[in-house]
């Protein structure tokens, strides 16, 4: 009799073990279940214009550039660009399709991780931005040739000569004026703030609050995009300072910090913004 009641016992500690191996649901900064679905708050975090990055000695090429983003403007094909890869409606225009063997290439630096305005897919970078590349390219009669890099070697690339454009969901910004000249703008990004659904944060003013009241609250950008430069200036300018942001060298890699807790949230443009949560919520 007492070696079945051992026997028993036995068991009951060997399922009770099993239980607690078996939590393995995500955890928070703070160590407390949460939820890996996520959700883009309602309040935008700052609207920007987006141009192409052109090396400042070059305004020849910056001319040519403007003037060809005017007719596909007036004739409506950046809108039918747009309205592709946004909302899913019309056909894209051919693209390269009569380039001359010979013609001088055109070479754009992209960093193709913000969909939808340039991803990876197979061997091809797609997207707005290299869709549109391609139209000024034909218009200037010329091959575009389309270089991948991190978002932080593109200003370099221009400086250099490496490349002769950048489309990479650029934002105009004094600080990048410095260093380079811009085309005007072809299109409107919306930065916004992704959070897990669980999340009790509602606008960019819960963070400060929570920021003034002592909490350790972390927000998550890709590495020198303007949300990681609008985010980690002063409060009163606007940001949430230095210490609570991280940056990342991709966005999905501060998805990925959100969903396992690491950090809060996480600021980038409204589109890809989209992307991710579809892709991580299913």
């Known amino acids: 009799m007492k070696k079945f009641i051992a026997l028993m016992l036995a068991m009951v500690m060997v399922f009770a073990l099993c239980a607690c191996g078996n939590d393995t649901g995500n955890k928070d900064k703070d160590g407390d279940q949460a939820s890996t679905k996520l959700k883009i708050l ?13 090396a400042k000695e070059n305004t020849a090429l910056l001319d040519k550039v403007n003037a060809a983003l005017k007719e596909l403007k007036d004739d409506g094909t950046l809108k039918t660009v747009t309205d592709y890869f946004i909302a899913g409606t019309g056909t894209l225009p051919e693209v390269q399709k009569n380039v001359a063997a010979d013609a001088e290439e055109l070479v ?6 913000f969909p939808p305005y340039e991803s990876v897919d197979g061997d091809k970078i797609v997207g707005i931005d290299p869709t549109v590349a391609g139209l ?12 991948d890099m991190e978002f932080d ?15 990479a969901g650029m934002t105009v910004t004094e600080e990048r ?6 085309s005007d703008s072809y299109a409107t990004g919306i930065q916004v703030m992704i959070v897990k659904e669980d999340s009790d944060i ?7 609050a929570k920021i003034e009241n002592g909490e350790n609250i972390q927000i998550g950008c890709q590495i020198v995009t ?31 910090a959100l969903t396992s807790g690491k950090i809060d949230c996480v600021i980038i443009d409204n589109e890809p913004a989209k992307a991710f949560v579809e892709a991580n919520n299913g």
């Open 177 to 182: 004026l410095q260093s380079i000249n811009f």
């Open 108 to 113: 754009m630096a992209t960093n193709a991780t």
């Open 202 to 208: 509602s606008s960019a003013d819960d963070i400060v």
């Open 42 to 54: 309602d309040s935008e975090y700052v609207t920007e214009d987006y141009a192409i990055g052109i």
């Open 136 to 147: 000024i390219a034909d218009k200037l009669g010329m091959k575009l040739v389309i270089n």
């Open 226 to 256: 303007t949300g990681y430069i609008y985010a980690s200036d002063t409060i009163e300018n606007g940001g949430f300072g230095e210490d609570h942001v991280q940056a990342f060298p991709k966005g999905a890699d501060a998805i990925a």
């Open 153 to 167: 070697a593109i200003i370099p690339a221009l400086t250099s000569g490496k490349a002769d454009i950048a489309m």
